[in-house]
């Protein structure tokens, strides 16, 4: 997983995302439930690119993903970006490793 640390690094990502869809995780590092979801995460084997935002730490790049995609805000979000969009997301005890495997073999 790749941490996206600006606003600049996010939105480039969204700009290639025409090109290459890309998983976006959004945790906090305080929430048994982000615990949870980063380890269903890890345990996912999948060629799309992964991303992470700590949301104490980018408070201002979490509120740009939740203003350039218009996706409300939630901790943990797991979310599948292509052609500069949103197509999929999962939140909380949702995010499981099949139910993804699930999401990028239907969605991407």
Do not use: C
């Amino acid at each position: 997983m790749n941490r996206i640390r600006s606003i600049e690094a996010w939105r480039a990502l969204l700009d290639k995302s025409d090109e290459q869809p890309f998983l976006l995780f959004k945790l906090s590092m305080t929430s048994f439930a982000s615990i949870a979801a980063k380890k269903e995460i890890q345990k996912l084997q999948t060629e799309l690119p992964i991303y992470v935002v700590i949301v104490q730490i980018s408070k201002k790049v979490s509120n740009a993903i939740e203003s350039d995609l218009g996706v409300k805000h939630e901790t943990p979000q797991l979310l599948i970006l292509k052609d500069k969009r949103g197509i999929w997301q999962a939140t909380h005890y949702q995010i499981k490793e099949s139910i993804v495997k699930d999401a990028i073999v239907t969605y991407v």
